[in-house]
């Protein structure tokens, strides 16, 4: 679908297709943006899974890259900065323990909050790792100018 297709069926007009606005009866899944955005996800995940080697998940790494950004931190730090929930940055907290890769120890100050820092094997991963992350990033975006790059970039951050 073209972007003034798009803009047709978001403003309620009919479709090149027939269908109507979002919320009509004729809603098509193939024409909502969370479809195209988990079909994105989908492709991404794809790319990172088959470029990166040390068989970390995109919301493992993502942990990581940010903590070596911001550490020492909290859990709950890392998961706001990471956009992750709660039982999400627990989970990938505790798998990145178990892959001694992150180190926990309770908040001096509040018993009840994990302080989270790199092991040096953690640190080993992401200096490792950072040209295959960006390579992954292009990949991702390789099927687009570089306009369309910056264009989807930019509005991916307007609506996040």
């Given at each position: 679908?073209?972007?003034?297709?798009?803009?047709?069926?978001?403003?309620?007009?009919?479709?090149?297709?027939?269908?109507?606005?979002?919320?009509?009866?004729?809603?098509?899944?193939?024409?909502?943006?969370?479809?195209?955005?988990?079909?994105?996800?989908?492709?991404?995940?794809?790319?990172?899974?088959?470029?990166?080697?040390?068989?970390?998940?995109?919301?493992?790494?993502?942990?990581?890259?940010?903590?070596?950004?911001?550490?020492?931190?909290?859990?709950?730090?890392?998961?706001?900065?990471?956009?992750?929930?709660?039982?999400?940055?627990?989970?990938?907290?505790d798998r990145l323990v178990r892959r001694n890769l992150i180190n926990t120890a309770p908040?001096?100050?509040?018993?009840?909050?994990?302080?989270?820092?790199?092991?040096?094997?953690?640190?080993?991963?992401?200096?490792?790792?950072?040209?295959?992350?960006?390579?992954?990033?292009?990949?991702?975006?390789?099927?687009?100018?570089?306009?369309?790059?910056?264009?989807?970039?930019?509005?991916?951050?307007?609506?996040?």
């Amino acid at each position: 679908m073209d972007i003034s297709s798009n803009e047709q069926h978001l403003s309620g007009k009919p479709t090149k297709n027939g269908t109507g606005p979002a919320g009509s009866d004729q809603y098509a899944l193939g024409e909502q943006i969370g479809f195209f955005l988990r079909q994105a996800n989908q492709r991404h995940v794809s790319i990172f899974a088959g470029l990166m080697a040390e068989k970390l998940t995109t919301t493992q790494w993502a942990a990581l890259v940010k903590l070596k950004e911001m550490q020492p931190c909290s859990q709950g730090s890392l998961g706001r900065e990471t956009a992750m929930d709660m039982a999400t940055i627990k989970g990938v907290v505790d798998r990145l323990v178990r892959r001694n890769l992150i180190n926990t120890a309770p908040d001096p100050s509040d018993a009840r909050r994990l302080v989270l820092t790199l092991t040096e094997e953690g640190i080993a991963i992401v200096q490792r790792n950072l040209s295959v992350a960006l390579e992954i990033s292009r990949e991702t975006l390789r099927p687009l100018s570089t306009a369309e790059q910056m264009m989807l970039m930019e509005l991916l951050r307007k609506i996040s």
